[in-house]
């Protein structure tokens, strides 16, 4: 369902993904590991469609479609969704109101009726209990005040509420303590299915305890240098960042 | 019905010449602000003069424009009656500033009479300094007399102006809250065409009482709103306002507030939401006389297009005045690089054990948290929508009548969705 071919992308004319070629098919969750600053997080925000970030050669495509070519909002509608790794504050934005523009806005485009209020809230009523995050959680503005824990949870109950096809987790075990990092895992497991892809992008391989990826890829510099089956993780772990890669090269 | 044009300050001054013997009020203190209006001309009108107070805003296009009197058609009102928005509360209607008895509905706890049958210009306003207030006194024809009595909680009251094209109208508002009495006042304004609405309020408020005064200016695109208010607050009482200026092509609200009586509360809030080439102009001068008391003003400004926001606020502390706790914010959100914002603040104290603040920031709508919305699937002006929204929030808070500020909230999305049209 996604394809990338030759993908290279530079921030401020600094390159930072160089030729990245990575399918993911329909109903699998891959993995993504590397050290910092070899472009996972660049990798997220290009997908999802960050103006920031320079697409200078290769293509993308979901489900067919030409992905690089669509805004954010297009891409959410498709049925991709980013779990950031820093979550925004949205000073004076209320988290139920958000979540309900966001799904109705999904609706809309999917050519389905808009959720009032009341159904609204008995929806995420239940998402908030089943990730066991506060009550008032939905009344609080979005993510202000919020620890480190209860964010990374937010984004994630955005992603149980908005059901996308393709989510990428960027770093989203980091910060968490095991039990929050369970909930979490729990939470994307229970989307798992024939119609559910993920790309989880982590630093570290406990998460993937918890989240059983089906291929794992190690990305460094800019391009992947390995990619493999779940026990490449714990290889990974045992070498460190830096043997793996001297091995590779 | 013949229809005369006039135009420019020598249009007015022609104008009161013909109905000086019929209108209303002391043809003495008319005839004075005749005189200081011929003096001053309107702001910015004469090139190479420009007073101080008139700094960031010019009155040029009022000079320039023309009006007709009288005006000769009320046709079109019922449409825009129809357009106000719905609010089940008692109603005072003025079309082109005369008083619409058929479109009002009288309140039962305010004593209300007009300024055509009981013309009263109170005791604040200064015709010799602010020369809108001169044209006002000058040309006054009608207005709202009302009165709270003592320990009455008079409730939701809306104040509504309704304007046609090319008319001009110098309503002339006094309002009086006897000790205790409690009153919000909903101020709608609301028109077609280009026109003049240039109101003038006397506001006494008296011991232990509280009016609540919620303003939405939502004039005519090409219409100019000029609206000058004083107010003198006793002790304890409190003057807490919120002004929503969304209209007109060039606004200007000024209010002169006066703390007089030790413990009194003043809180003059707003929002401004501009664009294309609107200008508007919120000045305010807060005189603290008496100790111990309050004032807070929070101005936000929401500027796209080739917009003009001003804010001018002025605290004065009297040698007295001690213990007075003043705060002055002015935010401007500006959503378009030819979109600009004035702010001027100036404190002036004299008493010594005071608590004073003022500050101001200027910003764009922040690209992580429109990404972040977009990114969730919601359309890009819907989010920028919700930034500014999220913005203006924290100022609608401040109007704690939920149906008040529902109508506010309304005519927010309403400006959002002109601008994205």
Redesign the interface.
């Known amino acids: 369902m996604l394809e990338i071919r030759g993908l290279s992308a530079a921030i401020e004319e600094k390159p930072i993904l160089q030729g990245i070629d990575l399918t993911v098919p329909q109903g699998e969750v891959h993995a993504i590991m590397g050290p910092n600053g070899s472009g996972k997080s660049t990798l997220a925000y290009v997908l999802?469609?960050?103006?920031?970030y320079v697409v200078t050669a290769g293509s993308v495509t979901f489900d067919g479609r030409d992905l690089l070519a669509m805004?954010?909002?297009e891409?959410?509608?498709a049925g991709l969704?980013?779990a950031?790794q820093y979550?925004?504050e949205?000073?004076?934005?209320g988290n139920a109101n958000?979540l309900r523009?966001?799904l109705n806005?999904?609706r809309r485009?999917r050519g389905e009726s808009e959720l009032d209020a009341v159904q609204f809230l008995k929806l995420a009523r239940a998402e908030t209990k089943r990730l066991a995050m506060p009550d008032d959680m939905l009344r609080r503005n979005v993510n202000v005040g919020f620890s480190g824990g209860e964010k990374k949870r937010n984004e994630v109950l955005?992603m149980a509420i908005?059901r996308p096809r393709l989510a990428i987790l960027d770093e989203t075990d980091s910060g968490l303590d095991i039990d929050a990092l369970k909930i979490v895992a729990d939470g994307v497991n229970a989307l798992r299915g024939p119609d559910f892809s993920a790309l989880v992008i982590t630093h570290y391989q406990r998460l993937l305890d918890y989240i059983v990826p089906d291929r794992v890829h190690v990305l460094s510099g800019g391009r992947f240098v390995r990619s493999g089956g779940p026990e490449l993780a714990h290889e990974l772990e045992a070498k460190g960042y830096v043997g793996m890669v001297a091995e590779t090269v | 019905m013949t229809a005369l044009a006039h135009t420019g300050t020598a249009g007015f001054l022609a104008r009161y010449d013909t109905l000086r013997d019929r209108l209303p009020g002391d043809p003495r203190q008319r005839d004075a602000a005749a005189d200081a209006f011929r003096r001053a001309g309107l702001p910015g009108a004469v090139s190479g003069r420009r007073e101080e107070a008139w700094k960031y805003t010019s009155l040029r296009p009022v000079a320039d424009a023309s009006f007709l009197q009288p005006v000769t058609s009320l046709a079109g009102d019922s449409t825009l009656i129809g357009r106000l928005p719905y609010i089940d509360a008692p109603r005072i209607v003025f079309v082109d500033g005369q008083f619409r008895p058929e479109l009002s509905a009288l309140p039962p706890a305010v004593e209300f009479s007009r300024f055509a049958d009981r013309a009263e210009y109170g005791m604040l306003a200064r015709p010799d300094s602010e020369p809108l207030v001169a044209l006002n006194t000058m040309l006054a024809e009608d207005g709202a007399v009302l009165s709270v009595a003592g320990g009455v909680d008079a409730g939701l009251l809306l104040l509504v102006s309704v304007a046609t094209d090319r008319a001009a109208f110098h309503p002339r508002h006094t309002i009086h809250l006897a000790p205790c009495a409690r009153l919000t006042l909903l101020e709608l304004s609301i028109g077609d065409g280009s026109y003049l609405h240039n109101p003038v309020f006397d506001v006494q408020v008296a011991e232990d009482a509280a009016l609540t005064h919620v303003r939405l200016q939502d004039e005519a695109l090409s219409a100019f709103h000029f609206s000058t208010l004083y107010c003198e607050i006793a002790e304890r009482g409190t003057y807490d306002s919120f002004g929503l200026n969304l209209g007109a092509r060039i606004a200007r609200t000024e209010a002169h507030v006066g703390l007089v009586g030790a413990k009194g509360i003043a809180h003059l809030n707003g929002a401004q939401l501009l664009g294309g080439v609107q200008h508007a102009d919120f000045t305010t001068v807060v005189k603290h006389v008496a100790p111990s008391c309050t004032s807070r003003q929070t101005v936000k400004n929401v500027l796209a297009g080739r917009s003009q926001g001003v804010f001018q606020g002025r605290i004065e502390v009297a040698r007295a005045a001690q213990k007075t706790d003043g705060y002055q914010m002015n935010q401007a959100l500006l959503l378009s690089p030819d979109a600009e914002i004035d702010t001027k603040p100036e404190l002036e104290i004299f008493a010594d054990d005071v608590k004073c603040s003022h500050g101001a920031t200027v910003g764009e709508l922040d690209s992580e948290q429109l990404f972040y919305l977009r990114s969730r699937g919601i359309p890009d002006a819907e989010a920028r929508s919700m930034l500014v929204r999220a913005f203006l929030a924290e100022a609608l808070d401040a109007v704690t009548h939920d149906a008040v500020r529902g109508v506010l909230e309304s005519a927010v999305e309403g400006w959002w969705e002109r601008q994205a049209a």
Request: charged content about 20%; overall charge negative; cysteine-free.
């Open positions: 999802s469609g960050r103006e920031d805004a954010p909002e891409r959410a509608a969704f980013l950031f979550p925004v949205l000073p004076g934005v958000f523009t966001a806005a999904l485009s955005q908005l």
